[in-house]
């Protein structure tokens, strides 16, 4: 090394989002749950499930949790129990992950595309009026970035139609509107654990929520072959059980997930305040009566691609949830769909950038990242 140049400390990445931190602080608590669970040999839906299904309903407000595979199996599971079959018709935004179409598609149904409000980015209430038809069976409402959908006028639209409103709860467990919490505004939720997600498990797992008891006794058969009582099937159902390894991670995690929560917020104020005035740049939106759990923080910029270049060139992670919308998606090509049918989400979708977000993201982390960004905003 040259004695003359003074060395420079390499600038360190700053990850879009980092579960090392997390488990730094718990894993004395997680090893301890999955020890428990290997000591008593019972793997898949037992005591574990059980305490768990009965916490998160809780928490959500609801009464009753049925523990599946995945996010994605919640929504497929979710749709049959409300009786969706091939040919209904299943309204949803078009600005959501693959997910909420592949599981409408995957019993054989036709997704329907609705425009998101380009404020909230969650569906566009009127739009969904204009949408919704006679063969329509059931209308999912996204929860996007840890937002609550606008709840009260699509349960109206619901109910005036007398179809189900199934949440998409994935990514946005805790959140509330008008003072409750996201799992208990429509007819039944679906949660992903999926690791990187506010309630992550260390692998797949999802979990439906709801207040009926009907649906939750349809849906134990639905999750275990359709199996009425032991090796007698009713109906066809589908392998989609949790393991207790997961579910004793989540119940270590879900003790924590209010201070998690709080720590997102604070880090979302943080750089709210910041990013404020910085020119050609918004920050999320949280309207009147809604709290927001920032699974991401979404800022939007007209030159959202350039900003990302200079972020990275900066070792600043950042991610577009999600570039391109459902009905622009290859595998929807046969709905025939062309670009302009859906503008809001279109537009959105080249603005919208993900910062880093995580409950352990320093401050001065994101005093680095909001600098970058007024920097970009100046040059
Ligand atoms: C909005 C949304 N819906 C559904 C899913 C599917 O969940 P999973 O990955 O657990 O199947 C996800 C997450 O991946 C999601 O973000």
Known sequence: MNPRVPSVAPLEAIHQFDLTLQYEAIGGEVRRAVERVLASQQLVLGQEVLALEKELSTFCGVTHGIGVASGTDALILALRALNVYAGDEVLIPTLTFVATGSAVSALGARPVFADVDPG????????????????????????????????????????????????????????????????????????????????????????????????????????????????????????????????????????????????????????????????????????????????????????????????????????????MPLHLQPLYRDLGHKPGDFPNAERVAGEILSLPMYPELSEERIERVAAAITEFSRG
């Open 120 to 323: 909230t980015l969650n569906l566009d209430v009127a739009d969904v009026r204009r949408r919704i038809t006679p063969k329509t069976k059931a209308v999912i409402a996204v929860h996007l970035h840890g937002l609550a959908a606008d709840m009260d006028p699509l349960n109206e639209i619901a109910k005036e139609r007398g179809v189900p409103l199934i949440e998409d709860n994935a990514q946005a467990i805790g959140a509330t509107y008008k003072g409750r919490r996201t799992g208990s505004l429509g007819s039944i939720a679906c949660i992903s654990f999926y690791p990187t997600k506010n309630l992550g498990a260390a692998g797949d797992g999802g979990m439906i929520v709801t207040g009926s008891a009907d649906l939750d006794a349809r849906l134990r058969m639905l999750r275990n072959h359709g199996q009425a009582s032991r090796y007698i099937s009713t109906e066809c159902g589908w392998n989609s059980r949790l393991d207790e390894i997961q579910a004793a991670i989540l119940r270590v995690k879900l003790r924590h997930l209010p201070d998690w929560q709080t720590a997102r917020q604070r880090n979302a104020a943080k750089y709210s305040k910041l990013l404020a005035g910085v020119d050609g740049i918004r920050t999320p939106i949280v309207p009147d009566g809604y709290e927001h759990v920032f699974h991401q923080y979404t800022i939007r910029c007209d030159r959202r691609d350039a900003l990302q270049k200079f972020l990275g060139e900066r070792k600043i992670g950042s991610t577009i949830y999600y570039p």
